[in-house]
């Protein structure tokens, strides 16, 4: 062969490996572009999909939280209108045999805690009456004062070191807590 031909056929033979890698090159180019928008979109897509579940459990907690705030509301409305009730029961039942043999055991339990038959009575104006007679007919000696209250006594030694808070708001402030499991029990059962 003749260098020309060599040279030639050299040519060619570069050619056709330039060929050959070109082909290879240009398609491991397009298979990592591919691979890259692939996963780009698949990023994409697992981002969609993580903000979309935090947005669903956002939504869940707030709806979590919205119902138990309502349901909250309904107790605490429940809870007021029961205390409503028994204020309302407690108007009723004032001069009744029942109610005043209630301030006479209240009056008899402070005494006791003080254990003085000198005391101050703190009655509802409603009230003083009824307590005026139950004090004489126990023994007690003192004031009897009135006070803005919804019923029951507040009995106080004379010098007021101690004081027993009978009134009948100060019974159901001690007792909300067991009303409220009541309350809670009954809602619960049915």
Known sequence: MSLFEDLINAKIKELEDLKKNL???????????AEAVVNKSLERIATVESETLLEREKILYD???ESRKMIAETYESLLQDLI???????????GSERYINFLSRLLENAVTYIQSKEVVIYA?????????????????????AERDMKGGVVVASKDGSIVVDYSIESIIANKVEEIKHLLYEMTYER
């Open 23 to 33: 082909l290879i090159d240009v398609e491991t180019k397009i298979r990592k572009e």
């Open 63 to 65: 709806a979590v939280v």
């Open 124 to 144: 509802s104006p409603k009230d003083r009456g009824v307590v005026e007679t139950l004090a004489r007919k126990l023994g007690l000696s003192g004031l009897i």
């Open 84 to 94: 409503n009730s028994i204020y309302n029961e407690i108007e009723r039942m004032r």
